[in-house]
């Protein structure tokens, strides 16, 4: 068969439309799912949503006990939020190793402790857990009664090491700000009042309590200086022991005294220790808890 020009021309027409044909054909068969699955972005957006919902902070700038070694004093504790905004877990802590006294080591990190935060009606329940079985974890429950406004007017905490329920009574001020807690336990009740400054910082609590048995009465004063001008990014975070006095201010302080006095019929004392923090600072002024 002989091709003349035009033929060859006509023949190139021909199957270009056919091409142009099977593409779209292609593309309207293509599941629309498919379709949008070409242009869509990894799982990264997620992973990077899941970022936003994580608080880190390092141990040494939180209140936490004394007696812990210092290489565990840089480690990051996280907490967790979920969509909504609610607290859910804290993942690190710290343990009792049960050492001996002479080493001075109390408390050693260990990042298989967890706070899991369970939220009933007008309560957050919180436990101290560990996924790892060779860790001897002591029961730590608490228990936060809310109010209408949600704030926390009872406090109930169970222990095994040693086994007791202590059960601490919220009082607020005319500026919703907590003004005194009390302390019942089996043993010896207290009583702490909590001041405040013109910032609305926290400026310092007197906890005052007697033991009847031995006549004695203990009386601390914990002081709170060299507040920032920076937003307080701990003020959510209340229900942590070891973050609760920093998240009472407006600001954030670096300056800790804790004083102690204590008397009784023949004799009196007194102590003061002190702790401070060289915080830091991102270009924009925001403190940086996460960063040594």
Not at 76 to 89: A, L, M, P, R, V
Not at 137 to 159: A, C
Not at 187 to 199: C, L
Not at 231 to 246: A, K, Q, T
Request: aromatic share 14%; hydrophobic share 30%; net charge negative.
């Amino acid at each position: 068969m002989r091709f003349t020009k035009s033929n060859a021309i006509l023949r190139i027409l021909m199957l270009s439309i056919f091409f142009q044909t099977l593409s779209c054909s292609t593309s309207d068969d293509m599941p629309t799912s498919e379709i949008e699955g070409i242009n869509e972005e990894p799982e990264v957006m997620e992973e990077s949503e899941d970022r936003q919902n994580i608080f880190n902070y390092i141990i040494s700038y939180m209140n936490y006990p004394n007696g812990i070694p210092f290489p565990d004093l840089s480690k990051k504790i996280s907490i967790f939020h979920n969509k909504d905004g609610q607290i859910t877990k804290r993942t690190g802590g710290i343990y009792n190793p049960n050492v001996a006294p002479e080493t001075g080591i109390r408390y050693f990190y260990d990042d298989s402790i967890s706070d899991e935060v369970i939220y009933d009606e007008n309560k957050i329940i919180i436990e101290k857990l560990s996924n790892n079985l060779e860790l001897d974890i002591p029961v730590f429950k608490r228990t936060f009664i809310l109010d209408s406004n949600n704030n926390i007017v009872q406090k109930i905490i169970e222990t095994s090491d040693p086994v007791k329920t202590d059960t601490l009574d919220f009082e607020y001020n005319l500026n919703g700000k907590i003004s005194k807690i009390l302390y019942k336990t089996l043993t010896i009740p207290k009583e702490s009042s909590f001041y405040y400054n013109n910032n609305e910082n926290l400026d310092s609590i007197v906890t005052v309590e007697y033991d009847e048995e031995l006549d004695k009465t203990i009386k601390t004063r914990e002081r709170f200086k060299n507040y920032d001008s920076a937003e307080n990014p701990i003020r959510e975070f209340l229900i942590f022991e070891e973050l609760f006095y920093r998240s009472l201010s407006k600001n954030n302080y670096s300056l800790y005294w804790f004083e102690v006095f204590t008397t009784t019929p023949r004799s009196s004392s007194f102590s003061s220790t002190y702790r401070e923090w060289n915080l830091k600072y991102d270009a924009d002024g925001n403190i940086l808890f996460d960063e040594l």
